[in-house]
């Protein structure tokens, strides 16, 4: 069974990664699905009351705070909610994605943001690493939960399959055939400041190189069939995105989790930018300010964010609305360590709570 990791822009066999966690616990054909197409579906992972319950915390939020639509055209998005409604957590405490992701990363899991959706997001094809660059790069996954049955004209996700074994380009790449960016790059690495757009304007060149080699490797787009309580777990390095919504009054109800290894490096969507492939690992990672749900960390937020028309409105965290679980379901949340009042708003871990979604 063949492990994939980048040695430069190169996929190829990491024969150093063990997998020792959860091995038994994975089977083989979900092994193969990870390696060779680059994401698993886990089909009715979490229960239907599980849904039900976490559906119904979501609708009592939207209905207090938010009546509107996603500032980027992506749909109507609440991101960080488990951040207020940490009873959320018990879906992404679910055994059955923290044993597959144990054995994915060969570490124990811990939540990095969450997302969600009441409709379909319609996102360009794009990967998740270059906005939180993680070393290793295998160390990283999206979990889609599927918290009604996807209708195909809801704009469903879609995989592009093997995608994360293509060559992969870092933004020296991506500078080297543009010399205006390559310039402007050049002058932010030296200190000497830089367009407040030029990091956006890198993700959209390295996006272009992505449709490109999307092309070039003959990609094929390819969307799951999902039903409530199945689940989809994408590599890091996968590209993917959301289909066009055919009948846009159709709801996509859907969460989106995305963790990190314990021990991964975490590097920012600017670090990625300017710094080089072989720089990037020589930098120390950020630091996370992390709190416990049981026996699952995540990483602490400020609060959470809703769209209403167009704007995003940050909430921060305080009584929680949605109900409560019941006083026999596990693993109430306990936040071993205290977090900040508020965790920087600038500075490189507010960029990355920025991108995913706060
Ligand atoms: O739900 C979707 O349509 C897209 C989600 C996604 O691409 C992501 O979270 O990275």
Redesign the pocket.
């Known amino acids: 069974m063949k492990h994939y990791t980048h040695v430069g822009a190169e996929a190829v066999e990491d024969t150093a990664a063990p997998h020792l966690a959860g091995d038994n616990l994975v089977s083989a054909e979900l092994k193969r699905a990870w390696l060779e197409d680059g994401f698993v579906k886990l089909p009715g992972a979490i229960a239907p009351d599980v849904i039900a319950r976490y559906n119904r915390t979501v609708a009592a939020v939207r209905a207090s705070v938010d009546d509107g639509k996603d500032a980027h055209g992506?749909?109507d998005r609440i991101g960080q909610l488990h951040q207020q409604e940490t009873d959320l957590l018990q879906v992404a405490a679910s055994e059955a994605i923290l044993d597959f992701l144990r054995w994915a990363f060969s570490d124990e899991p811990i939540v990095m943001g969450s997302?969600n959706?009441e409709r379909?997001?319609?996102?360009e094809a794009?990967i998740?690493a270059i906005f939180f660059w993680p070393e290793p790069s295998h160390t990283m996954a999206?979990v889609?939960v599927a918290l009604e049955d996807i209708n195909p004209d809801a704009?469903p996700?879609f995989y592009i399959p093997g995608s994360h074994r293509w060559r992969f380009n870092h933004s020296d790449d991506v500078a080297a055939t543009r010399p205006d960016l390559a310039a402007e790059r050049e002058n932010a690495r030296r200190g000497e400041g830089y367009a407040p757009d030029l990091i956006d304007r890198m993700g959209v060149a390295w996006t272009q190189d992505l449709v490109a080699a999307e092309q070039a490797n003959e990609g094929r787009r390819t969307i799951v069939d999902l039903k409530a309580g199945d689940v989809v777990i994408w590599h890091s390095l996968l590209a993917?995105?959301?289909s066009p919504t055919v009948n846009p009054e159709l709801s996509?109800r859907?969460v989106?989790f995305?963790y990190l290894g314990r021990k991964t490096q975490l590097y920012t969507f600017e670090q990625f930018m300017l710094l080089g492939r072989d720089e990037l690992p020589q930098q120390p990672g950020q630091s996370l300010e992390l709190k416990q749900y049981g026996d699952l960390a995540y990483m602490s937020a400020p609060g959470f964010v809703t769209y209403n028309n167009g704007a995003a409105t940050t909430h921060e965290i305080g009584e929680p609305i949605g109900p409560r679980l019941s006083e026999t379901a596990p693993a109430a949340a306990a936040p071993v360590e205290a977090a900040p009042a508020a965790a920087p708003s600038t500075g490189l871990l507010g960029r990355i709570l920025r991108r995913l979604g706060l």
């Open positions: 992506h749909g997302l959706f379909g997001t319609q996102q794009h998740d999206g889609w704009g996700l993917h995105g959301g996509r859907s989106v995305h």
